[in-house]
């Protein structure tokens, strides 16, 4: 029971990444909101955590603000934001249209700064933890990608800045960067041919010194998060971690 009765609000926690981490924190008693534009299962734990799922457009400023107060009403309060939600599509540098790229920068960089902004005015009195979910995309650049790396790469900056910021007030600012094996990486896969899934999976085996391929969410990922929910991360600010089995290395 290390998150006993911390409440915490988890963007895109509908699947995937997001719901591991909704699950894992219930599992250790924490109180869960998940906010999404799907629907949320509602999930209880014999040890007294819980989770519940509210609608929200964390791009849009009042979708953002109804859901945060309607989840902090719920919660009691507010003790953690992780915030995971974002989209990912495929394009070329070449060929991304304004309307594509303002629309990645809408969910992923704006997204953020409303949903950190209003889990600020929750934390800012007795502090707690902001964990945003960034991308080696943002670091490293992503061939494919280039909106959404650049909107990561915005993401991570703005995550040290606050970090900065805010640790006075109590709270601490990380980032994550994982390399976890989700159900739009499946879909991913799905759309290749055989030679370009051959391909694909012979530069993950060269690329991850452990194991070769992405990891779990449940197993690799969410231990990860509980901790930086909990007290022992209490000085621990302004990191970006990757969880990624070595894939990006940073010194």
């Known amino acids: 029971m290390q998150l006993k009765s911390k409440r915490i609000i988890v963007t895109g ?21 998940s906010l999404d534009l799907a629907d949320c299962d509602a999930i209880e734990s014999v040890g007294g955590g819980w989770s519940c799922g509210y609608m929200c457009d964390i791009a849009d400023p009042g979708s953002v603000t109804q859901a945060f107060g309607w989840a902090t009403t719920r919660l009691g309060g507010l003790d953690v934001l992780v915030h995971a939600a974002a989209v990912a599509p495929n394009a070329t540098a070449d060929s991304i249209t304004l309307e594509a790229w303002e629309q990645v920068f809408a969910v992923n960089a704006r997204g953020t700064f409303l949903t950190n902004r209003a889990a600020f005015d929750h934390l800012k009195d007795a502090g707690g933890r902001i964990i945003n979910f960034a991308s080696a995309a943002g670091v490293g650049g992503q061939p494919g990608k280039a909106h959404y790396a650049a909107s990561k790469g915005a993401v991570l900056a703005w995550s040290r800045t606050i970090a900065r910021e805010w640790g006075p007030l109590g709270i601490t600012v990380n980032a994550i960067a994982p390399a976890i094996w989700t159900p739009m990486y499946e879909a991913t896969r799905a759309s ?10 012979a530069q993950m085996a060269a690329l991850i010194p452990l194991g070769g391929r992405l990891g779990d969410a ?3 990922l969410a231990p990860m998060l509980v901790f930086l929910a909990g007290e022992g991360a209490r000085f621990v600010t302004g990191q970006t971690f990757m969880i990624d089995g070595g894939m990006l290395m940073l010194s």
Do not use: C, F, K
């Not at 591991?20 to 219930?26: E, G, T």
């Not at 290749?192 to 999976?201: E, F, K, W």
């Open 192 to 201: 290749m041919d055989a030679g370009q899934l051959a391909r694909h999976d």
């Open 218 to 220: 449940e197993r690799d």
């Open 13 to 33: 926690g509908a699947r995937g990444i997001g719901a591991a981490i909704v699950a894992a924190y219930v599992d250790e008693g924490a109180r869960v909101v």
